[in-house]
């Protein structure tokens, strides 16, 4: 049973690696006026994916300093879904299994 719980938030951490890639890529787009805002299923896009991912980033960004234009806690979040992903699941997995 825990190891199917284990293999879901494997799979749910991806979901949201990936969610958090297409965010970063979707807002570089935008900055360099590639697509516009204007655009109504763009904005949707933009506006669903900014509601999942704003609970996620709002503990780091009250951690981190403020650096300007630049937010690095897509960054972190990256980092720490990578660190539970290959160091943490699997000894989890090992200790069960």
Known sequence: MLVAIIQILNILLNIIWWIIIVQAILSWLIAF???NTYNDFVRNVLVALDRITTPIYRPIRKI????GALDLSPL???LAIYIIQQVILPQIY???A
């Open 94 to 96: 090992l200790a069960v």
């Open 64 to 67: 981190m300093p403020d650096l």
């Open 33 to 35: 006026n590639v697509i």
């Open 76 to 78: 972190v979040v990256l």
